[in-house]
């Protein structure tokens, strides 16, 4: 049974930072793709950061590129979301997500391309 446990979320000030962790248990982690996506109040789910599973090259839209640091450490099957300089707009519940591939070096933005996901965690920026 595939299990993705958030963690780190809480109440942050505007510019401070938080760390959320996702804990991988039930697959093959270090063959996983792996991304983070949000939902806000009255929001749909959307695209926050997503790491393949040979660590390469990260992706971020532009909402939060730059601030935000996705990174992945396959020993402990747990990946991160670093996130600074947060903003009210960034309150929302976040949710990590897993997909086995075949493709170390590919990372996915779609929600659809995700097998497994986590309960979320929320984060609340106050201003």
């Known amino acids: 049974q595939v299990q993705l446990v958030e963690s780190g979320g809480g109440l942050v000030q505007a510019g401070g930072s938080l760390r959320l962790s996702c804990a991988a248990s039930g697959l093959t982690f270090s063959r996983s793709a792996m991304g983070w996506f949000r939902q806000g109040p009255g929001t749909e789910r959307e695209f926050v950061a997503a790491?393949?599973?040979?660590?390469?090259?990260?992706y971020y839209p532009d909402s939060v590129n730059g601030r935000f640091i996705i990174s992945r450490d396959n020993a402990k099957n747990t990946v991160y979301l670093q996130m600074n300089s947060l903003k009210p707009e960034d309150t929302a519940v976040y949710y990590c997500?897993?997909?086995?591939?075949?493709?170390?070096?590919?990372?996915?933005?779609?929600?659809?391309?995700?097998?497994?996901w986590g309960q979320g965690t929320q984060v609340t920026v106050s201003s």
């Open positions: 997500a897993a997909k086995p591939s075949t493709y170390g070096g590919t990372a996915y933005r779609a929600e659809y391309a995700y097998d497994y």
């Open positions: 790491i393949p599973w040979s660590g390469g090259s990260t």
